[in-house]
């Protein structure tokens, strides 16, 4: 397709469609974990959204090449992803889906600060600069919240690992060989690692079945289906077709929806202080991803 200069009409339904998909997934994984042990069922998941690419691939006729080359930064950017999955999904497991939204979307913001060091031409500037401030006074406001008896300390941090985690995969992907290789196969090796590691540590966080049904069944097939594959593979669709920052921008949906979805489906209790966090969070992401003329 032509590239675009900026967002049309169809980019931002597209991209808010993608939002919405990302932001029920942390729902559906919080009602997975009542029937599947949450690592277990991260790697179960990897290894069928692997199944799904690796069949998809070969129907367009992309080949599966493991050239050595790739090996130590593909290795790297699987147990980045396997760290990633491990502590969202156990940190839904610890907290309300409000509070991991919030804090796991936070990404963005860790990662200016480190590209701020690491990358060229991504300094912070002084919008963006204030958006970090912004940001990281909403997480410090959700890590302070103490009062609604629904989280625990070691969850909210847990969701903040897994932002750290997502975004040291888009380091790695920036600036390590890997670099080189087509989205698919980034993907491919994300998928093909974490499975080996999320399936080898998930006996370390207890039985790995709870009460299972077919509906923790059909929320897993949504997770390999729509988020785990097809889903990471329409955002590598839209960066090839809209500008990098504009896609970027849309990411502050995911939190606004998860916590609305999270109070929707599943009780969550929304005080006064989420929603003010959440603000902070949501307009840091937006002026950090903000680029001038």
């Known amino acids: 397709m032509e590239r675009k200069t900026s967002i049309d009409a169809i980019g931002a339904l597209m991209l808010i469609a993608f939002a919405t998909v990302l932001a029920f997934n942390q729902v559906v994984v919080k009602l997975g974990n009542g029937g599947f042990q949450p690592v ?11 199944i799904v690419l690796t069949l998809w691939m070969a129907a367009r006729g992309i080949p599966v090449r493991l050239p050595r080359q790739y090996w130590a930064s593909g290795i790297l950017l699987g147990a980045l992803f396997g760290f990633e999955f491990t502590c969202l999904f156990w940190a839904l497991d610890h907290t309300t889906v409000g509070r991991a939204s919030i804090l796991f979307y936070s990404m963005p913001v860790l990662l200016s600060l480190a590209a701020h060091f690491l990358l060229p031409g991504e300094r912070l500037t002084p919008m963006r600069g204030l958006g970090l401030l912004a940001a990281m006074a909403g997480i410090a406001l959700v890590l302070l919240d103490r009062n609604g008896g629904q989280a625990s ?7 903040i690992g897994a932002a750290c985690g997502w975004g040291g995969i888009a380091l790695t992907a920036r600036l390590t ?12 090796w994300q998928l093909a690692v974490s499975a080996v590691i999320l399936l080898a540590l998930s006996p370390l966080f207890g039985p790995l079945l709870r009460d299972p049904s077919i509906w ?18 329409a955002w590598f669709f ?56």
């Open 153 to 159: 300390l070691l969850g909210d941090l847990a969701a």
């Open 177 to 188: 060989r890997i670099s080189d290789q087509v989205p698919e196969m980034q993907l491919w």
């Open 40 to 50: 277990f069922m991260a790697g179960i998941r990897s290894v069928g959204a692997l």
């Open 216 to 233: 923790h069944l059909v929320g897993l097939s949504y997770q390999i289906v729509a988020v785990a594959s097809f889903g990471f593979l």
């Open 238 to 293: 839209l960066l090839k077709i809209y500008p990098a920052s504009g896609v970027a921008s849309f990411s502050f949906l995911s939190p606004v929806i998860s916590v609305l979805l999270g109070w929707a489906v599943l009780g969550e209790e929304i005080g006064p202080q989420v929603f003010a966090a959440l603000l902070l969070v949501a307009v840091g992401i937006v002026l950090i991803n903000r680029r001038g003329r």
